[in-house]
């Protein structure tokens, strides 16, 4: 059986922005479980991206980190780069989980900019 598992999200730092009432202010559990549950919308996708993975290879195994901030005024997820100290899988998969994190946005903004981090782990289960 092949399995992907979602690791973890991370929101490393959220500064203090202007006051709006168009945007929310999460404290940081809410905001780490509001950009988990965003980042899961796009779980088929990188899945389908494993998939033809293991098409090529059917071993295909590692681990992909991305680093990424959630502008503040848009909830946009911008400046989406891969770890690559950490990201130990193939580079087509890399790319690929790039391409499915495009257009992005977390609704409803938050006041604050977030900062994160979100790793991927992609194994061949026996």
Do not use: H
Not at 45 to 58: G, H, R, V
Not at 75 to 99: H, R
Not at 104 to 119: H, K, R, T, Y
């Amino acid at each position: 059986m092949k399995s992907l598992s979602l690791i973890t999200v991370i929101v490393v730092a959220a500064g203090a922005m202007g006051c709006s009432t168009q945007f929310v202010m999460r404290d940081t559990d809410t905001y780490r479980q509001d950009t988990r549950t965003l980042l899961s919308t796009k779980n088929g996708e990188i899945k389908a991206c494993y998939d033809a993975q293991l098409k090529a290879d059917p071993k295909t195994s590692g681990s992909i980190v991305v680093n990424f901030k959630l502008e503040a005024e848009t909830g946009k997820v911008l400046n989406v780069q891969l770890d690559e100290t950490k990201s130990m899988a193939p580079e087509a998969l890399k790319q690929c989980v790039l391409k499915a994190m495009d257009s992005l946005v977390l609704d409803p903004p938050d006041q604050n900019e977030g900062v994160a981090s979100f790793s991927w782990e992609f194994r061949v289960n026996s």
